[in-house]
T-cell receptor
Framework: DQQVKQNSPSLSVQEGRISILNCDYTNSMFDYFLWYKKYPAEGPTFLISISSIKDKNEDGRFTVFLNKSAKHLSLHIVPSQPGDSAVYFC?????????????FGKGTKLSVKP | EAGVAQSPRYKIIEKRQSVAFWCNPISGHATLYWYQQILGQGPKLLIQFQNNGVVDDSQLPKDRFSAERLKGVDSTLKIQPAKLEDSAVYLC?????????????????FGPGTRLTVL
């Protein structure tokens, strides 16, 4: 049973517009959430994270929103750029920090068209 | 700073053969992870080391998979014998637990992975 779900396998967005990637989780013990970005033939790269005590975290063009009651988080990319085209993985950690047992979703492939 | 190194990058074997993967983590990172990523899925943790001790190997199929990190630096993951369903990308990651702040988790840095095809 999947504890972290990314229900959209792919997303296509026009350059300059907003990209919104969604993630749902089922385990209420998760207390830390991360987004990783993956280019072909490379390993995942950490992008942004959020603790369960917050509902928003922003880093440049990237913002992650967390809705604990809905067990839902989203990654917003504004404005989207062609270089953002990659697979984005949502991951969750129930270890209370420094545990490292990340549970990953299946990923969403983002295509940003010029 | 050099990233996580893995070799080989690609490996093709026949079922029932043995295979080994090597990982060199980022210098100074005490924690090392091996993940299996099957096509169309997210990475799944196989084993986690803290220095040379195993922290979590609950999802490692121990009848055929083994891993070691003898000196607390490099690590090897072995599959013996391989099955068709072992075809996947095997990712190694490392992290520095001392870098985590309160309420956060230590960031994992991934290597490029080894793509295994079992025929």
């Amino acid at each position: 049973d999947q504890q972290v779900k990314q229900n959209s396998p792919s997303l296509s967005v026009q350059e300059g517009r907003i990209s919104i990637l969604n993630c749902d989780y089922t385990n209420s013990m998760f207390d830390y959430f991360l987004w990783y970005k993956k280019y072909p033939a490379e390993g995942p790269t950490f992008l942004i994270s959020i603790s369960s005590i917050k509902d928003k975290n922003e880093d440049g063009r990237f913002t992650v929103f967390l809705n604990k009651s809905a067990k839902h988080l989203s990654l917003h990319i504004v404005p989207s750029q062609p270089g953002d085209s990659a697979v984005y993985f949502c991951a969750a950690d129930e270890g209370g920090g420094s545990q490292g047992n990340l549970i990953f979703g299946k990923g969403t492939k983002l295509s940003v068209k010029p | 700073e050099a990233g996580v190194a893995q070799s080989p990058r690609y490996k093709i074997i026949e079922k029932r053969q043995s295979v080994a993967f090597w990982c060199n983590p980022i210098s100074g990172h005490a924690t090392l992870y091996w993940y299996q990523q099957i096509l169309g899925q997210g990475p799944k943790l196989l084993i986690q080391f803290q220095n040379n001790g195993v922290v979590d190997d609950s999802q490692l199929p121990k009848d055929r998979f083994s891993a070691e990190r003898l000196k607390g630096v490099d690590s090897t993951l072995k599959i013996q014998p391989a099955k068709l369903e072992d075809s996947a990308v095997y990712l190694c990651a490392s992290s520095d637990p001392s870098g985590a702040t309160l309420g956060s988790t230590d960031t994992q840095y991934f290597g490029p992975g080894t793509r295994l095809t079992v025929l």
